[in-house]
């Protein structure tokens, strides 16, 4: 078994706190319970629009909130599917900043990974938040959690940072073209790879770009170099991919296979 994760993030959520009043009309509570309430609704409406075509519209549900952040996870059943849903993403977080913090100094970012539970991450059901007439609640833990949380650190608003592995299975998929990946740096991540930086991709939907403000361009080389940048090619990608799997073959003693769906 295979789980994508979302992660929903605001931006400026830490100064915006420390600065507004915590109650009453614009009121950070406010703000926060709006967030946590209408873009889960929102995101299975955008969902709906993307797979209306389609026999089954994929499920995506609440893993938990942490902090200022919402995690989904969802069971893609090909990789046409993973595109879809993270397109509908994309778009359901523009959709939300353009109709709830157009006069606010917050924005959202996402991060994407897969985890494989064949192995490596576990599923684990929570006997004391589950009830007898809904589905089990699950909590995830795991190597493969555990580097989608590092990764965050590398999102940035109006676009989404994804993992290797999701990368490759993107690679596979028929409408490709619908998005654009960018390989922005490679970065540390404390615990992953084995001190090894990892390669940092962003995704933008093909049809939109990315979406910075002026002053998010002056303040982050990433975002600097993702926009003088041309989106990475499928060779580009799988080699990062191919010297990841030699790296931790070589050095490690380490088969890393590809992340199946369904």
Not at 246 to 259: A, T, V
């Amino acid at each position: 078994m295979s789980r994508l994760f979302l992660s929903v993030d605001m931006v400026g959520s830490t100064q915006f706190k420390a600065t507004r009043n915590a109650k009453g009309p614009g009121g950070w509570m406010e703000i926060f319970r709006t967030f946590f309430t209408n873009f889960p609704l929102m995101l299975v409406g955008q969902m709906g629009f993307e797979f209306l075509d389609e026999d089954e519209t994929p499920v995506v549900d609440v893993w938990k909130a942490m902090g200022d952040e919402a995690i989904f996870t969802a069971q893609p059943s090909s990789a046409e599917e993973l595109t879809g849903i993270l397109r509908v993403l994309l778009r359901t977080m523009r959709l939300y900043e353009a109709n709830h913090f157009e006069t606010l100094p917050l924005r959202l970012k996402g991060t994407a990974w897969l985890a494989d539970f064949a192995e490596n991450n576990i599923a684990l059901e929570i006997p004391e938040l589950s009830s007898d007439d809904a589905a089990p609640h699950l909590d995830f833990i795991g190597p493969d959690l555990d580097l989608g949380f590092r990764l965050s650190k590398y999102a940035r608003p109006a676009s989404l940072v994804l993992s290797l592995d999701l990368v490759e299975t993107l690679l596979e998929a028929d409408n490709l073209s619908t998005v654009a990946m960018y390989l922005v740096g490679r970065e540390e991540l404390k615990g992953v790879m084995f001190g090894r930086p990892y390669p940092i991709v962003w995704m933008h939907d093909a049809e939109e770009g990315f979406d910075f403000l002026p002053w998010e361009r002056e303040s982050c080389p990433y975002i600097a170099a993702a926009l003088d940048a041309r989106p990475a090619s499928v060779e580009e990608l799988r080699r990062q991919i191919d010297d990841m799997r030699h790296y931790l073959r070589k050095m490690h003693g380490l088969e890393r296979p590809p992340i199946k769906l369904g």
